[in-house]
């Protein structure tokens, strides 16, 4: 009988620590670098039957010596612009919450259209911005263009330092 209340519990222990952990870091190559990735804790949804699920990375390019970083936000479809100056320029205007705090931040669109990069214009302000967000949970609001009810997702980025620093094209190694 000791032995049948024993596994239970320790099934359910096992269970909710996967439940618990941070989120897990997705490598994928791309032209001349690496992304790391990161879901967001949640999916939305964007129409009845149909969810998306946003996610955070970093994408490192690795030229020469030197290596940059840029912090991609892609919400899984378009969003609805308020900042009608940045979204003027092709950019959006989101609210980040990093650890409890709350501030603005402006994005360009990159990539495919439905993705954003951080706007820091230099590889140092790039740097200081991924430093903010490493090792925190981070919340972006946005609002998805077909609801244009704000959404926000949340990231557990606490596992994305230790990946960045095993990846060479992160490092400049």
């Not at 967000?133 to 990231?155: D, N, R």
Request: proline share 5%.
């Amino acid at each position: 009988m000791f032995t049948a209340i024993k596994l239970p519990t320790i099934f359910a222990i096992c269970c909710l620590s996967l439940l618990c952990s941070a989120q897990e870091v997705q490598v994928s190559p791309v032209k001349g670098g690496v992304m790391l990735s990161v879901s967001a804790q949640h999916s939305y949804q964007l129409m009845p039957g149909e969810t998306k699920l946003p996610t955070l990375g970093v994408e490192c390019i690795h030229k020469g010596k030197k290596s940059s970083h840029l912090v991609i936000f892609s919400p899984g479809g378009a969003v609805v612009g308020d900042d009608t100056d940045a979204s003027a320029k092709g950019g959006q205007a989101f609210v980040l919450t990093i650890d409890g705090k709350k501030q603005a931040s402006s994005w360009i669109r990159y990539g495919d259209g439905d993705s954003y990069a951080n706007v820091a214009r230099t590889e140092p302000e790039r740097m200081q911005f991924l430093q903010a967000l490493l090792g925190s949970t981070v919340s972006i609001e946005f609002k998805p263009f077909l609801t244009g009810a704000p959404t926000t997702a949340t990231f557990d980025l606490s596992k994305l330092g230790d990946a960045i620093n095993k990846q060479s094209e992160c490092s400049g190694q």
